[in-house]
């Protein structure tokens, strides 16, 4: 049973705008939660994290906000730029177990 | 620096044999987590090694075990091959156990049971 839901398997997005990507997880006792980008032939990289005490983390262009009472978190990048198009992993967790989601494709088109 | 390296990169095997992975960790790195990499089910967490022990598994048979040897390598092993493990399987190491936000992942083995 996957704790850890990606529902969009693809997202297309003009250069310049939005990319909004979606995650919601089953269980509440998670408390820390990573988006992770991975580029084809390329393990995955770390993009951006959020601990349970915090709503919303900004690195540059990545903002992730979590909703607690919804079990939802988003990943915002803005503006979205061609090398963006990745492939986003959101993973959640607690102590040594995360579980990660089944992913999002994502394409800027320039 | 040089990165996380998997070997072999591209594996072919049949049903009912078993595989060996291999994983080289950064060097200084001492943790050495396995996913399982699928269409339908996402990154799952196989387990991760520290210190040549194993410190946390994930919801995977009995078929499917590890092991990491003093120089922090890491070497993943999978009995009886079935139709079901054909995926891409990475490893990612990081400096401390349980370091979600500083693992580094290596490109990964594409293991594909005939």
């Known amino acids: 049973d996957q704790q850890v839901k990606q529902n969009s398997p693809s997202l297309s997005v003009q250069e310049g705008r939005i990319s909004i990507l979606n995650c919601d997880y089953t269980?509440?006792?998670?408390?820390?939660f990573l988006w992770y980008k991975k580029y084809p032939a390329e393990g995955p990289t770390f993009l951006i994290s959020?601990?349970?005490?915090?709503d919303k983390n900004e690195d540059g262009r990545f903002t992730v906000f979590l909703n607690k009472s919804a079990k939802h978190l988003s990943l915002h990048i803005v503006p979205s730029q061609p090398g963006d198009s990745a492939v986003y992993f959101c993973?959640?967790?607690?102590?040594?177990?995360?579980?990660f989601g089944t992913g999002t494709s994502l394409t800027v088109i320039p | 620096k040089a990165g996380v390296t998997q070997t072999p990169r591209y594996l072919i095997k049949t049903r009912g044999q078993q595989v060996t992975l291999s994983c080289s960790p950064i060097?200084?790195?001492?943790?050495v987590s396995w996913y399982q990499q699928t269409p339908g089910q996402g990154l799952q967490f196989l387990f991760e090694?520290?210190?040549?022990?194993?410190?946390n598994k994930g919801n995977f048979p009995g078929r499917f075990s590890g092991r990491q040897f003093s120089n922090s390598r890491s070497e993943m092993n999978v009995s009886t091959l079935e139709l079901g493990d054909s995926a891409l399987y990475l490893c990612?190491?990081?400096?401390?156990?349980?370091?979600?936000?500083?693992?580094?992942f290596g490109p990964g083995t594409r293991l594909t049971v005939l």
């Open positions: 990612a190491s990081s400096l401390r156990q349980g370091s979600y936000n500083e693992q580094f």
């Open positions: 959020i601990s349970s005490i915090k």
């Open positions: 993973a959640a967790g607690t102590g040594n177990q995360f579980y």
């Open positions: 090694y520290f210190s040549e022990t194993q410190r």
């Open positions: 060097s200084g790195h001492r943790s």
């Open positions: 269980n509440s006792m998670f408390d820390y």
